[in-house]
């Protein structure tokens, strides 16, 4: 099935120029066509229309999978959160009581996985070591991709952003014909709004054409 995302603005990539009332074109898999809405929605009237509000970019990339998701816990909400709290705990002290199983380890990382989709995040790097952390990202549809040099200066953390002076530093790959369909809509006008506003703007979250995010 084909269909079409538009947004007000599509960012295809580090470098590419923004085009106002962009459209990516995705048949199956795969990016079809990329270019203005009028041409493409002209050229494919019968494709499915999805229309978003804000900036449609690629997707993005976080660093340090390994110290987010098998060195963090994430409380189950509502069921932990009146214990626990609601924020992420880290570090040996915090950890040290929670009778930490390779199960439920791995019911914390889908959780994780769950807000990096709400964050337009595609692809995280790290060395997974725990089997069931493993199989959570991969069932995601999380690319996992292994430790890189090129780590922003900051903690690992969940915010794309975190470390970025733009927020092109944050895309996963560009927009272009046969290129895999991963990309994100966030609701603000531009890049530079998108860096100052942070990525829990996002309203969708589109991995290998599946739609894994959509906010409520």
């Not at 923004?18 to 019968?46: M, N, T």
């Not at 975190?162 to 927020?167: F, L, W």
């Not at 609701?187 to 860096?195: F, G, K």
Request: hydrophobic letters at 45%; one cysteine or more; aromatic letters at 6%.
């Amino acid at each position: 099935m084909l269909t079409l995302h538009t947004a007000d603005l599509l960012l295809a990539g580090p470098g590419a120029a923004p085009l106002p009332g962009g459209a990516v074109l995705v048949e199956g898999d795969r990016i079809s066509r990329v270019g203005p809405y009028e041409e493409l929605g002209a050229a494919w009237p019968h494709a499915r229309l999805r229309r978003w509000p804000g900036v449609l970019t690629p997707g993005l990339l976080v660093h340090g999978a390994d110290a987010l998701l098998e060195r963090t816990y994430y409380p189950d909400d509502p069921y932990e959160t009146a214990e626990l709290g609601a924020e992420p705990l880290s570090g040996a002290e915090a950890l040290a009581g929670l009778a930490m199983t390779e199960s439920r380890w791995g019911n914390s990382a889908r959780r994780a996985t769950q807000k990096l989709l709400a964050r337009g995040v595609v692809a995280v790097t790290g060395r997974l070591t725990v089997p069931a952390v493993r199989t959570a990202v991969i069932r995601s549809g999380l690319t996992l991709l292994p430790p890189t040099a090129a780590v922003p200066p900051a903690p690992p953390s969940l915010d794309p952003f975190a470390g970025r002076d733009t927020a092109e530093q944050a895309f996963f790959g560009t927009l272009e014909p046969n290129a895999p369909a991963r990309f994100a809509v966030f609701a603000s006008p531009d890049a530079e709004a998108l860096l100052e506003q942070g990525a829990t703007t996002c309203v969708a979250t589109v991995i290998t054409g599946r739609l894994l995010h959509r906010r409520r």
